[in-house]
């Protein structure tokens, strides 16, 4: 009976998972930021590049394992990542006061301060594309 009851509700907590996921995804506006081989050119691995979208600062970073997307503005006190490094653990250092921030999930690794905002990037066969919730 309890393993029923345990089975229900990680199938309930999967679908509200999946319905916010779905959700999230639909209010994404999809950008065509470079072409492909462009991308490659002007972002070289290990590189980080600021791209405006309206009043939008975006930071995209070439590591070993592909692109992300980022917010330029650091949480802690809202320096420019951009100007920032790149760690062998493919974390994203500020230049300010050295908080590394992890480019998947935006969180500081000592927890210090907010996450970073985390925006969707996809390499694809016609581009780099850049999705951003509207
Ligand atoms: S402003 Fe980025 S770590 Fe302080």
Known sequence: MSL???IYLAKSILLQNNCTILRKVAQLKWYRVLGA???A???P???LQLVKLGQQRICIAHTDSGYAAFSDI???LGESLT???INFMNEVICPLHGYRFNMTNGRE???RTQDLEIH???LRADGLFLGVRR
């Open 37 to 39: 081989e462009e991308a």
């Open 74 to 76: 650091c949480p802690h």
């Open 120 to 122: 969707k990037i996809e």
């Open 109 to 111: 690794c000592q927890q």
């Open 4 to 6: 029923i009851l345990e």
């Open 45 to 47: 691995k290990g590189n």
């Open 41 to 43: 050119k002007r972002i």
């Open 83 to 85: 100007g920032g490094n």
